[in-house]
């Protein structure tokens, strides 16, 4: 099973009348191909149970809670030491 960690970037109202703002968040599981993907009030991020469990286990985290998993997505998709790739170099004839 895979994790999400779900962004807001919409001011909306959800089923039960209450204001969802701007930059709250909230993580799950789902069943879903691990990626970036366009949600209609934010954008999803989705990894592996895998990358999940290697990141507990690179730090230690023994108990699973909501505040540790959104930590190891953003880990994987925003960490700094990440390399980026260099950009192709294009040459005009």
């Known amino acids: 099973?895979?994790?999400f960690l779900y962004i807001v970037n919409t001011d909306f109202l959800d089923d039960d009348g209450e204001l969802i703002k701007n930059g709250e968040a909230g993580v799950?599981?789902?069943?879903m191909d691990p990626g970036i993907v366009d949600a209609?009030?934010?954008t999803m991020y989705?990894?592996?149970g895998f990358e999940v469990k290697k990141y507990f286990?690179?730090?230690k985290i023994v108990n699973l809670s909501a505040y540790h998993v959104r930590k190891a997505i953003e880990n994987y998709?925003?960490?700094k030491d990440k390399k980026?790739?260099?950009p192709e170099e294009f040459i005009f004839d």
């Open 1 to 3: 099973m895979n994790w």
């Open 57 to 59: 286990k690179k730090n």
């Open 46 to 48: 989705i990894i592996s």
């Open 40 to 42: 209609p009030y934010g």
């Open 28 to 31: 799950g599981q789902c069943s």
């Open 77 to 79: 998709y925003f960490r």
């Open 84 to 86: 980026k790739p260099e």
